[in-house]
C-alpha cells in the first residue's frame, strides 16, 4: 500500500514510494556493494550516470572515487537529487 517492493537475487528486496520529500536528502540514500568498482562504474558511465566528486579535506575522491585503507566508493545522484553509492570492500 503506498508503494511497490521489488525483490532481486537472493533475499533482497527494494521498497520504493512517491513523497514529496524525494531529492531534500543531502546523505546518502541507498548503497551496494560490488565486487569490481571500476567496471560497474565504466558501465553506468556508458549509460550516461555521472559520479561525484568531493573534497572533505582528509577524504577527497578522485575521478570519482574514494579509495580508504583499501576500500574503495562512488557516489552519484539520480534525476531527482538522490544520492547512491556503490562500494567495494577491501
Do not use: C, H
Request: charge should be negative.
Amino acid at each position: 500500500m503506498g508503494g511497490l517492493w521489488y525483490r532481486f537475487a537472493g533475499d533482497t528486496w527494494l521498497f520504493l514510494y512517491e513523497t514529496p520529500a524525494a531529492g531534500t536528502a543531502r546523505n546518502t540514500v541507498a548503497g551496494w556493494t560490488v565486487d569490481d568498482l571500476a567496471a560497474v562504474m565504466a558501465e553506468l558511465r556508458s549509460r550516461g550516470v555521472v559520479f561525484e566528486d568531493y573534497d572533505l579535506g582528509d577524504l577527497k575522491t578522485v575521478d570519482g572515487v574514494l579509495e580508504l585503507g583499501g576500500a574503495k566508493a562512488a557516489w552519484f545522484t539520480d534525476s531527482e537529487g538522490n544520492i547512491f553509492e556503490l562500494s567495494q570492500p577491501a
